[in-house]
């Protein structure tokens, strides 16, 4: 599977919005199954952006997944990306120059971009 930097974000900003545990089922949509969900809040919760609990049965390795709370990094990252226009700026320079990048590069890229917004708006 690939990883989808756009689930990734969604994920996070439920997780940070909710007031309690967000499970797998919350986050199955029409464009996200639960096979992708579930390989994204694996691999979140091993690159340390979130805290959660996966549970396998009956040959389903998210049978059961449990997300309690964003780490310090998620909230970081969350921070960084959650304006929808530091966000689509921060996609499409990836796209327009390199195509695809790191988790660090996406990061990077975003807290970027939104502090030269900040400064433009405060007039530096």
Known sequence: MKRDMDL????????????D????DALVDGDHD????GYHISIMKDAGLIKASIMSA?????YQCFISSLTWEGNDFLDAVR??????????????????????????????IAGSMLMAQIGM
């Open 34 to 37: 639960r096979q992708l969900v």
């Open 58 to 62: 009956d040959n389903d390795p998210y």
């Open 21 to 24: 545990s967000v499970s797998i």
């Open 83 to 112: 304006n929808d226009t530091v966000w689509m700026k921060t996609k499409s320079t990836i796209s327009e120059t390199v195509g695809s990048a790191t988790f660090e590069i996406v990061k990077s890229v975003a807290v970027k």
């Open 8 to 19: 990734v974000r969604s994920i996070l900003m439920k997780v940070a919005d909710s007031d």
